[in-house]
């Protein structure tokens, strides 16, 4: 039993020690951040248990890191140490309870500042000027990267302003901001290199590169969060430091806050764990600080941790998982996409089964195969997508399918450069549900009580086979639907005799023409006004319009030289359907040839709703900020085009003005 205990405890250390080079050596996870610490707590827990076995090489009594070849050692002149984590507000709460005991009387405030993604740095400054820049390393030693810093524009090499140390250990975080990471990933991938999985990895591997002029490439930036040694003028607390930065010219995240108790800390917590998307570099937590430093030294450290500090680690954004089956689906317009199937793994807050695999060349580019470990990543809302592969177990390599799997259709690529496959068979049922959910969806023809379920069992009988058969349906047809009851079949009969009278750019849309939106729809319709026009329209026409593309074009072109969509047509013709768009007459409103975008989540509109409220006044709403854009209207939890706005001098509005402009 003890042998086993003891095997198990190497094996663990062996392992972390493993993880620990590739993340701090390489720079390439092949593990979340979180799967890491399970490891090191478990190990922990382990050696607590059973003390015979505690070890002075253990990872648990060291701050992890290894010293790279190719860059002379520097001894930090006080230690560096790592941070303990909390992954929920009970355990804040339980480090806070262990603060306030370790204190007795005293009563403490908090420093709170966001915890930024990426790898820390010791920056010496003697007399004013910048002496050496240093990687963590292990805690005590560490690389001396100065050449690299030297680079980074947002550390100065002298200090400025008053009251400047002799001597000091200034401590921060190196990253790299989304829109550099995302440039730079594009441009390892047009070379054939291998990508980064995330900008903390970018800005560890970039700081680390032993070629200067590559470093000097990648865009790394500087935040200046902790004090390590220092010798001058007395600085009694956390807040105080942040702000004689500032005063000495080295940067500082703007977004930190003195909070006088852990419910405001648990606030702030929650605030950056929504608002977290909003800004333009990755944070992954809150780091809560006691602002005292006479309590900070009062409270002590361990030899791993400090005492008087702590990180709240916001849900993962990245998990390791297996690969289980590579699937793919049919779309509307007969695009097929592959879907990798998981083992089921916690990622961002919730338990993930299925990612995105883009299309057939993300799957060469990925070599991923089915029985692979992987790593995923989810921001946000957004669909999980698979970053890379990092232990390749699988056998057999995936086969671009040559038929349909839902049809048996041939599965065609229109041109070589195109990257989509698609099902050529225009019949296809998958297409036909995909088709049949657009055109009833709100946005389009807005028929209440078409969803899903009803639309796969009307195609599954046979009962309907295009859209215009939908206004064919009787009172039979939707009795044959399970939990179809009186009721049910006259309010979806209702809602399909309504939809009849949607303008003909909702009907545009409805019909899900490729490259075609919800504002493409509304311009053709405003501009052709009649259903024939737009189906018998030239090049010439459309090129007329400035806001359809050559490519727009052809997909409507095309759509409409097809038999079976003229015959459709001219079915939802004698169904009664509306033709004609008309022109409101347009009042003298605030909107009137004004160019609106919206931002965020408006409590009194959809974002379709509002963008049609500005169209039906006379306005242009369109979907990006640019110099021509009259006002942007920002609703709870705007994104980047808020900053881009207040960039550019774009008058920027709430939804209350919006609305009084609209009267």
Known sequence: MRDEIKNRIEELRDKIRHHDYLYNALSQPEISD?????????LKELEDKYPEYKSADSPTVRVGGAILEGFRTVRHKEKMLSLDNTYSFEELKDWAGRVFKGLGR?????????????????????????????????????EDVTGNIELIRAIPPFLSGKDIPGFIEIRGEVFMEKKDFAALNKEREKEGEVIFANPRNAASGSLKLLDTSLVAKRRLNFFAHSLGYYAGQEIETQADFLKRLKQWGV???????????IGEVIRYCNHWQAERDRINYEIDGIVVKVN?????????????????????????RQATTEVTAI?????????????????????????????????????????IKAGDRVLI??????????????????????????????????????????????????????????????????????????????????????????????????????????????????????????SKSMPLSRLIFALGIRHIGEKAAFVLARYFKDMDKLMHAKKEEFDAI??????????????FSGQQVKTMIEKLRKAG???????????????????????????????????????????????????????????????????????????????????????
Request: charged share 30%; proline share 4%; net charge positive.
């Open 34 to 42: 979180r799967e890491y610490d399970l490891l090191m707590r478990r």
């Open 377 to 498: 990543e989810r921001a946000g809302d957004v669909i999980p997508k698979v970053v890379k592969v990092v232990e390749s177990i699988g056998k057999n390599k995936f086969i671009i399918p040559k038929s349909c799997p839902v049809c048996s259709g041939k599965v065609i690529k229109e041109k070589e450069e195109d990257v989509a496959y698609r099902c050529a068979n225009p019949l296809c049922p998958a297409q036909l549900e995909r088709g049949l959910e657009h055109f009833a969806c709100r946005q389009a023809m807005d028929i209440e009580g078409m969803g899903e379920a009803v639309i796969e069992q009307l195609v599954k009988l046979k009962i309907v086979h295009d859209f215009s058969d939908i206004y064919k349906l009787s009172k039979e047809d939707l009795s044959k639907l399970q939990l179809f009851k009186e009721k049910k079949i006259n309010n979806l009969l209702s809602a399909i005799e309504e």
């Open 292 to 316: 005292d430093l006479a309590q900070q030294k009062k409270l002590g450290a361990t030899s791993k941790s400090p005492r008087w500090a702590v990180a709240y680690k916001f849900p993962a």
């Open 106 to 142: 005293e009563k403490p405030e908090f420093v709170v500042e966001l915890k930024i993604d990426g790898l820390s740095a010791n920056i010496t400054y003697v007399k004013g000027k910048r002496l050496i820049g240093a990687t963590r390393g292990d805690g005590e030693t560490g």
């Open 546 to 559: 400035f806001e359809i593309g050559p490519a727009m074009a052809g997909a409507i072109r095309d759509f």
């Open 327 to 367: 699937k793919i689906n049919v779309g509307r317009t007969g695009v097929i996409t592959p879907t990798a199937e998981l083992r089921p793994v916690e990622c961002g807050g919730v338990v993930i089964k299925n990612a995105t695999l883009h299309n057939f060349d993300e799957i060469k580019r990925l070599d």
């Open 577 to 663: 359907l509306n033709f004609k768009e008309e022109t409101p007459e347009i009042k003298n409103t605030a909107l009137a040839g004004k160019t609106i975008v919206f931002t965020g989540t408006l409590n009194g509109y959809s974002r379709s709703q509002a963008e049609a409220l500005v169209r039906a006044l006379g306005g242009n709403a369109v979907g990006a900020v640019s110099k021509n854009v009259d006002f942007l209207v920002a609703g709870a939890t705007f994104g980047s085009k808020f900053n881009k706005a207040k960039k550019l001098g774009i008058k920027i509005i709430n939804e209350e003005k919006f609305r009084e402009m609209a009267r």
């Open 251 to 261: 940067r500082t995240n703007p977004e930190w806050k003195l909070a006088k108790d």
